[in-house]
Nanobody
Framework: QVQLVESGGGLVQPGGSLRLSCAASGSIFAPYTMGWYRQAPGKQRELVATITSGGDTNYADFVKGRFAISRINGKNTVYLQMNSLKPEDTAVYYC????????WGPGTQVIVSS
């Protein structure tokens, strides 16, 4: 079993920044691809960014140039640096790890509002 714990969400003004963190624990003994997804009210969950065990990254077009995903080498800990936040970035952000069929964190709320 794999557990994910996210942190770093909150309320921020437009143009501000937040950094999300996610740490995986449990029965995993190697680094796996991890990612961040988000779900806004009334919308489907969507990909934000992913990072492989080797550090290759992939971003949704709507966050390119504003968000950056990173991880600790060899660890299943991932970060999402979010800059130039917009009101439309408001959502619950979920951490994901592609281990043991895939596991999700409980989510952390991000609200971008003045």
């Amino acid at each position: 079993q794999v557990q994910l714990v996210e942190s770093g969400g909150g309320l921020v003004q437009p143009g501000g920044s937040l950094r999300l963190s996610c740490a995986a624990s449990g029965s995993i003994f190697a680094p796996y691809t991890m990612g961040w997804y988000r779900q806004a009210p009334g919308k489907q969950r969507e990909l934000v960014a992913t990072i492989t065990s080797g550090g290759d990254t992939n971003y949704a077009d709507f966050v390119k140039g504003r968000f950056a995903i990173s991880r600790i080498n060899g660890k299943n800990t991932v970060y999402l640096q979010m800059n130039s936040l917009k009101p439309e970035d408001t959502a619950v952000y979920y951490c994901y790890i592609a281990a043991r069929g895939g596991s999700w964190g409980p989510g952390t709320q991000v609200i971008v509002s003045s």
